[in-house]
């Protein structure tokens, strides 16, 4: 069974871009979360999506945004980046229904660096 | 507010050593507690989970974990380390409502021969 796939793993904008992340969720399972890892900072929830909904949010700026397609699939998307978005992007997928969902899987992260 | 406090940044230890990495979360309700592990860029792998019913739970790679509820803690034990071990260690506490998941900091744990 497949994990989680994210692309790009790595990739390098300047000030001011925008960038678009992608996360392929485990077969099956329904949730995708995104979260923001930093040093010191450790992962901070940004959102989840569930049907293509999205039910919880984190204290990020509206810069942040996702969406989820009916396949499950997931994109997040960051606009006008500036320095402190450089930092490893984890999707994590989970079988999650009307709850808890119990685990979640992550995949290997997206890279991003802002110069 | 729920949070997790993972009091070690870093802890270094011997091969063959024991480990404990510990974890103290404050959480309203019956929290589900996790541990995950990531090696240098990687995502993270889940370790153990507890979400009720004895309050000692066995993970992979011969980890285990202790509930505490009276000391709001999540320690996580290992009787003999070994170098492939080193890795960064998070603690976490998902929500009972919703699928959102709060993590500790980490603590990054170095092996020496």
């Known amino acids: 069974k497949a994990g989680v796939t994210q692309t790009p793993r790595y990739l390098i904008k300047t000030r001011g871009q925008q960038v678009t992340l992608s996360c392929s969720p485990i077969s099956g399972h329904r949730s995708v979360s995104w979260y923001q890892q930093t040093p010191g900072q450790g992962l901070q929830f940004l959102f989840e999506?569930?049907?293509?909904?999205?039910?919880n949010k984190g204290n990020f700026p509206g810069r942040f945004s996702g969406r989820q397609f009916s396949n499950s699939r997931s994109e997040m998307n960051v606009s006008t980046l500036e320095l402190g978005d450089s930092a490893l992007y984890l999707c994590?997928?989970?079988?999650?229904?009307?709850?808890?969902?119990?685990?979640?899987?992550f995949g290997e992260g997206s890279r991003l660096t802002v110069l | 507010a729920q949070s997790v406090t993972q009091p070690d940044i870093h802890i270094t230890v011997s091969e063959g050593a024991s480990l404990e990495l510990r974890c103290n979360y404050s959480y309203g309700a019956t929290p589900y507690l996790f541990w995950y592990v990531q090696s240098p860029g990687q995502g993270l792998q889940l370790l153990l989970k507890y979400f009720s019913g004895d309050t000692l739970v066995q993970g992979i790679k011969g980890f285990e974990a202790e509930f505490k509820r009276s000391q709001s803690s999540f320690n996580l034990r290992k009787p003999s380390v070994h170098w492939g071990d080193a890795a960064e260690y998070f603690c976490?506490?998902?929500?009972?409502?919703?699928?959102?998941?709060?993590f500790g900091t980490g603590t990054s744990l170095t092996v020496i021969p």
């Open positions: 994590a997928s989970s079988l999650a229904r009307g709850g808890f969902a119990g685990e979640l899987f």
């Open positions: 999506y569930f049907s293509e909904t999205q039910r």
């Open positions: 976490a506490v998902g929500a009972s409502t919703g699928n959102q998941f709060y």
